[in-house]
């Protein structure tokens, strides 16, 4: 039935209801924001998300285009083209994107800045299914200036007789903001994996291999979960403070690019890494059990992997949950029941008084001996990971997973997860014993896996979701050595989870994140960002 006239439709990013004067066979449209970070010379990425339902006992619309507006936009120059996709599934980044049909590329016309434009489709498009989705990307100009913003919006579509759907509200919460480097290290589907998560990552110092940013990601196969699943662990390193990245190599796991195609009956997970001073690279992980299932005799395992050539290769793991099971627990209430080694990066000491501390590599662990509190200690090697030790008494009673950190002057400090306000301890011994835990009322929010970064003798560092859900990923400065953090930089308003954090060898700051903008389908972010976008 032909449209004679226009319909008016107010949508809402939760939810939509349809003015439906003609008979079109369109029933709702929704608008997701798309990415909130992209990168300078990115191609394709993703400016907004249209998801439209349809009557399938009515005849199919014809699409013709869409009108958008980028009102808001800092700079119009930064986007050097448009493109507009559509896909049968809500996803578009990564090996996906094989798999859509591009419908249209467009300029960005001088008159965007004071007014809305259309962009036509190259051949008329038939939504086919249910639910269809359409997508407006931008390519990123390589001379685009960092931290300007990006703000689009639909207004409505374009029909084949000429007609418009129009949008009153197609503009979702949030915009772009334009990084110096940002990379999508793994997106759902990437491999044959529905899921990534659980980022890990450290800068190499060792000489050969200076700079280099190594990186271990669950590749989770068919399910969000922790273990017992189908998880492999998987690496990818930059020598160019994240320009570029080597091909992903699985290290622990059976897949076909894993060196030893092998691993336990439920798979590997939770990477947590450290380099040592010889430059030798160990890898902690989890194995087999879920941790909450856990117990003595029916553990979670502890396994242990190792590069020797800045993360390239890497030697077969190999068990060592005895060492760390049977180990003395001072303050613990029962017999221990299950652990895991927090993942992210680990500590390598190298500020200590006592020299021979110098060089002993360190990791929280989450401990149970019951069904709960459960406790932090602190496994630690001092022949690179030949041995593991416990430290001598319990760092946090309620905690769950922590990053340790070494000060200038040799403390060591744990920042470890809590819903609310953040836990800290301090130990002056090297990790072997601890004071009285304490809180800090800047750092609250969700009971999230976070990171800390000493970046300076004067600067500190911090992650985490600045909200009660896992949303308005934060970081946070301070200048006085983490008593108080009055900076703060958001750099993902929107859904996302885990974070860890570096310093680049260019100084800038690499945060390498779970980004659920778009969906619980986390898409893997590596972003880099100057100091001053933090200090100001």
Same mark, same amino acid.
């Given at each position: 039935?032909?449209?004679?006239?226009?319909?008016?439709?107010?949508?809402?990013?939760?939810?939509?209801?349809?003015?439906?004067?003609?008979?079109?066979?369109?029933?709702?449209?929704?608008?997701?924001?798309?990415?909130?970070?992209?990168?300078?010379?990115?191609?394709?990425?993703?400016?907004?998300?249209?998801?439209?339902?349809?009557?399938?006992?009515?005849?199919?619309?014809?699409?013709?285009?869409?009108?958008?507006?980028?009102?808001?936009?800092?700079?119009?120059?930064?986007?050097?083209?448009?493109?507009?996709?559509?896909?049968? !599934?809500?996803?578009?980044?990564?090996?996906?994107?094989? +798999?859509?049909?591009?419908?249209?590329?467009?300029?960005?016309?001088?008159?965007?800045?004071?007014?809305?434009?259309?962009?036509?489709?190259?051949?008329?498009?038939?939504? @086919?299914?249910?639910?269809?989705?359409?997508? @407006?990307?931008?390519?990123?100009?390589?001379?685009?200036?960092?931290?300007?913003?990006?703000?689009?919006?639909?207004?409505?579509?374009?029909?084949?007789?000429?007609?418009?759907?129009?949008?009153?509200?197609? /503009?979702?919460?949030?915009?772009?903001?334009?990084?110096?480097?940002?990379?999508?290290?793994?997106?759902?589907?990437?491999?044959?994996?529905?899921?990534?998560?659980?980022?890990?990552?450290?800068?190499?110092?060792?000489?050969? +291999?200076?700079?280099?940013?190594?990186?271990?990601?669950?590749?989770?196969?068919?399910?969000?979960?922790?273990?017992?699943?189908?998880?492999?662990?998987?690496?990818?390193?930059?020598?160019?403070?994240?320009? !570029?990245?080597?091909?992903?190599?699985?290290?622990?796991?059976?897949?076909?690019?894993?060196?030893?195609?092998?691993?336990?009956?439920?798979?590997?997970?939770?990477?947590?890494?450290?380099?040592?001073?010889?430059?030798?690279?160990?890898?902690?992980?989890?194995?087999?059990?879920?941790?909450?299932?856990?117990?003595?005799?029916?553990?979670?395992?502890?396994?242990?992997?190792?590069?020797?050539?800045?993360?390239?290769?890497?030697?077969?793991?190999?068990?060592?949950?005895?060492?760390?099971?049977?180990?003395?627990?001072?303050?613990?209430?029962?017999?221990?029941?299950?652990?895991?080694?927090?993942?992210?990066?680990?500590?390598?000491?190298?500020?200590?008084?006592?020299?021979?501390?110098?060089?002993?590599?360190?990791?929280?662990?989450?401990?149970?001996?019951?069904?709960?509190?459960?406790?932090?200690?602190?496994?630690?090697?001092?022949?690179?990971?030949?041995?593991?030790?416990?430290?001598? /008494?319990?760092?946090?009673?309620?905690?769950?997973?922590?990053?340790?950190?070494?000060?200038?002057?040799?403390?060591?400090?744990?920042?470890?997860?809590?819903?609310?306000?953040?836990?800290?301890?301090?130990?002056?011994?090297?990790?072997?014993?601890?004071?009285?835990?304490?809180?800090?009322?800047?750092?609250?929010?969700?009971?999230?896996?976070?990171?800390?970064?000493?970046?300076?003798?004067?600067?500190?560092?911090?992650?985490?979701?600045?909200?009660?859900?896992?949303?308005?990923?934060?970081?946070?400065?301070?200048?006085? $050595?983490?008593?108080?953090?009055?900076?703060?930089?958001?750099?993902?308003?929107?859904?996302?989870?885990?974070?860890?954090?570096? $310093?680049?060898?260019?100084?800038?700051?690499?945060? +390498? +994140?779970?980004?659920?903008?778009?969906?619980?389908?986390?898409?893997?972010?590596?972003?880099?960002?100057?100091?001053?976008?933090?200090?100001?």
């Amino acid at each position: 039935m032909k449209i004679k006239s226009i319909l008016f439709l107010f949508s809402l990013l939760l939810g939509s209801s349809v003015v439906n004067a003609t008979n079109n066979g369109i029933t709702d449209i929704t608008v997701d924001q798309g990415f909130l970070t992209a990168g300078k010379g990115n191609k394709d990425h993703i400016l907004l998300r249209i998801n439209l339902k349809r009557d399938l006992q009515k005849e199919a619309p014809l699409l013709s285009g869409i009108k958008v507006s980028l009102d808001g936009t800092t700079d119009l120059g930064d986007i050097s083209s448009l493109k507009v996709y559509a896909t049968q !599934t809500p996803f578009l980044n990564g090996d996906i994107k094989d +798999y859509s049909i591009l419908l249209a590329e467009s300029s960005v016309p001088s008159s965007a800045k004071s007014e809305s434009f259309e962009i036509r489709f190259s051949s008329n498009y038939v939504p @086919l299914k249910d639910v269809n989705y359409l997508w @407006l990307t931008a390519d990123i100009s390589s001379g685009a200036n960092i931290g300007n913003q990006i703000d689009s919006s639909c207004e409505g579509l374009l029909f084949k007789d000429g007609t418009l759907m129009s949008l009153e509200s197609g /503009n979702p919460k949030g915009t772009t903001c334009i990084y110096e480097i940002q990379t999508m290290l793994f997106n759902p589907w990437d491999s044959g994996s529905e899921f990534y998560r659980i980022p890990a990552m450290i800068v190499l110092g060792n000489k050969q +291999y200076k700079g280099r940013i190594l990186t271990v990601t669950d590749r989770r196969y068919n399910s969000n979960d922790d273990l017992p699943n189908k998880i492999d662990l998987v690496a990818r390193y930059s020598d160019d403070n994240g320009v !570029t990245w080597s091909d992903a190599k699985t290290i622990a796991g059976e897949y076909h690019d894993s060196i030893n195609n092998q691993g336990p009956d439920y798979g590997y997970g939770d990477a947590a890494i450290v380099e040592t001073p010889s430059g030798k690279i160990i890898c902690l992980m989890a194995a087999d059990r879920r941790y909450q299932r856990s117990t003595y005799d029916e553990r979670i395992r502890v396994y242990q992997t190792s590069s020797s050539d800045g993360g390239k290769t890497w030697e077969r793991p190999c068990e060592i949950s005895d060492m760390i099971y049977d180990a003395s627990y001072k303050d613990a209430s029962a017999k221990l029941q299950g652990l895991f080694v927090t993942s992210g990066k680990g500590l390598c000491l190298k500020h200590q008084k006592r020299k021979s501390a110098n060089g002993r590599i360190m990791f929280a662990m989450v401990c149970k001996f019951s069904d709960w509190p459960y406790y932090n200690y602190i496994i630690y090697s001092d022949d690179e990971g030949k041995t593991w030790n416990v430290s001598k /008494n319990a760092v946090f009673k309620g905690g769950d997973e922590a990053k340790l950190v070494e000060e200038h002057d040799g403390t060591v400090i744990i920042s470890t997860r809590r819903s609310g306000e953040r836990g800290f301890n301090v130990s002056h011994d090297g990790g072997l014993t601890w004071g009285n835990g304490y809180t800090n009322k800047d750092l609250w929010g969700n009971s999230c896996n976070a990171d800390m970064l000493v970046y300076s003798e004067d600067i500190y560092l911090h992650t985490m979701p600045n909200a009660e859900d896992r949303r308005n990923l934060t970081i946070y400065a301070s200048k006085d $050595k983490g008593k108080t953090w009055p900076y703060k930089y958001v750099f993902n308003s929107l859904p996302g989870a885990y974070s860890t954090i570096v $310093k680049c060898e260019d100084g800038s700051i690499g945060i +390498y +994140y779970e980004d659920g903008t778009m969906s619980d389908h986390y898409s893997m972010n590596f972003i880099s960002m100057p100091l001053e976008w933090i200090l100001k």
